[in-house]
């Protein structure tokens, strides 16, 4: 069984920053790729960034040059630095780890908002 857990969403002022962290725990080997997605009210998921293993990122258009995704390969955890927030960035922000197996493993979430 594998757990995601995420955190370090909250509110905040436009203009501001964020950090998420989301940590995968369990009898886990290393993911492939771990990805944030959010999805606001009425809106489809969008997938926001996605680092593998190797370190290679890649972000949504809306959010480059303001989001920055890293990871821990021991810890299993990655993070999101949230830069200069807008006010469309409200959302739930998930975590996904993706296995070696491909197998998708999810977070409850973070509500991330960003008031005007």
């Known amino acids: 069984q594998v757990q995601v857990v995420e955190s370090g969403g909250g509110l905040v002022q436009s203009g501001g920053s964020l950090r998420l962290s989301c940590t995968a725990s369990g009898n886990v080997f290393g993911f492939s790729r771990m990805c944030w997605y959010r999805q606001a009210p009425g809106k489809e998921r969008e997938l926001v960034a996605t680092i593998t293993g190797g370190g290679r990122t890649n972000y949504a258009d809306s959010v480059k040059g303001r989001f920055t995704i890293s990871r821990d390969n021991a810890k299993n955890t990655v993070y999101l630095q949230m830069n200069s927030l807008k006010p469309e960035d409200t959302a739930v922000y998930y975590c996904?780890?993706?296995?070696?197996?491909?197998?998708?493993?999810w977070g409850q979430g973070t509500q991330v908002t960003v008031s005007s």
């Open positions: 996904t780890a993706v296995s070696a197996t491909g197998a998708g493993y």
